[in-house]
């Protein structure tokens, strides 16, 4: 079946530290990778997306590459900012599903202090 | 509008009694979804609609779920006899069209609390 495993948080950072939120799926056929974002308040918007494999996605300072070899598409930013603190959802589009059925990752809460 | 509007934002309901929860889509975009989301998960597919017709509603839990969205614009979750379990924030999305990889646009949501 389709899955996307993501690690726990919350992740807590100090500004301009090096973020990683580890992300691992399983699935039936080909699929397409994104990162959603939850700002407080806010629907969730698409921060990044990877349809293929060895492909970047990138947007916003954060980047995750598609790795077929090891199923996952891990979330990355070299310095975060007080303005990143959000939920992050890594989800996958299995491709033969219905079209726009995503399958989600539980997220991780990210909290950025200055 | 601007984005996917949801309403009411909140709502607070009885066990057993009927809730409606309303989805205003981006206008002109073709592709609805609902998604609900539990406490400590990630939002999980309900049901598709491609214009008026629901094209896939193989994630509504069970019969106690409906959806409507009769001009293929603003779409109406419904809910018979709200069970405690059904607590969750309900999320709806809008696309322009439903091709491969096509951006979502999400609403805020609904948050329902089932007594």
């Given at each position: 079946g389709n899955s996307v495993t993501q690690m726990e948080g919350p992740v807590t950072l100090s500004e301009e530290a090096f973020l990683t939120i580890n992300c691992t799926y399983t699935a039936t056929g080909y699929p397409s990778l994104f990162w959603y974002v939850q700002y407080p308040g806010e629907g969730l918007q698409l921060l990044l997306k990877a349809t293929k494999a060895d492909d970047k996605g990138s947007n916003k300072g954060f980047e995750a590459t598609y790795r077929k070899e090891t199923t996952s598409f891990h979330l990355e930013k070299g310095s975060v900012q007080v303005s990143d603190s959000a939920v992050y959802f890594c989800a996958l589009y299995s491709r033969?599903?219905?079209?726009?059925?995503l399958y989600f990752g539980r997220g991780t809460q990210l909290t950025v202090w200055p | 509008g601007a984005g996917v509007s949801q309403t009411p934002s909140n709502k607070v309901t009885e066990k057993g009694k009927y809730v409606e929860l309303r989805c205003d889509p981006i206008s002109g975009h073709t592709a609805l979804y609902w998604y609900r989301q539990s406490l400590g998960q990630g939002p999980e597919f309900l049901i598709y609609f491609q214009g008026t017709g629901a094209a896939d509603d193989s994630g509504l839990p069970n019969d106690r779920f409906f959806a409507v969205r009769p001009e293929g614009s603003v779409s109406t979750l419904k809910i018979q006899r709200t069970e405690r379990g059904d607590s969750a924030v309900y999320l709806c999305a809008s696309s322009l069209t439903a091709a491969t990889n096509e951006k979502l646009f999400f609403g805020s949501g609904t948050q329902l609390s089932v007594l």
């Open positions: 033969g599903s219905t079209l726009g059925r | -």
